[in-house]
Nanobody, 110 residues
Framework: VQLQASGGGSVQTEDSLRLSCGAS????????VGWFRQAPGKEREGVSC???????SYRDSVKGRFVVSRDVAKNTMFLQMNSLKPEDTAVYYC?????WGQGTQVTVSS
């Protein structure tokens, strides 16, 4: 199983980014999927997830700004991040079932 995350970058406050995570060897629609992030010197934290039943959840600090989704046909999951803030700066990881992607850096400058 491989998860390939992409879409990170360096942006300004209030900009948007869309992270993608393509999967091979695993059907994303059949398992719980999610996004985590880890800022320098901090613990890894959950950002958003989609349960195997399709239920979505978000950490409070990103509610109303981030949207998680998955494309069944492309076997890819996404994290649309809007109104980005400097505190969103972190390495973002996708996860599906018990597998993890390699991480993609998001840097938000004020």
């Amino acid at each position: 199983v491989q998860l390939q995350a992409s879409g990170g970058g360096s942006v300004q406050t209030e900009d948007s980014l869309r992270l993608s995570c393509g999967a091979s060897g695993l059907i994303l629609n059949n398992v719980a999927v999610g996004w985590f992030r880890q800022a320098p010197g901090k613990e890894r934290e959950g950002v958003s997830c989609i349960g195997s039943n399709g239920f979505t959840s978000y950490r409070d600090s990103v509610k109303g700004r981030f949207v998680v989704s998955r494309d069944v046909a492309k076997n890819t999951m996404f994290l649309q991040m809007n109104s980005l803030k400097p505190e969103d700066t972190a390495v973002y990881y996708c996860t599906a079932d018990r597998y993890w992607g390699q991480g993609t850096q998001v840097t938000v400058s004020s």
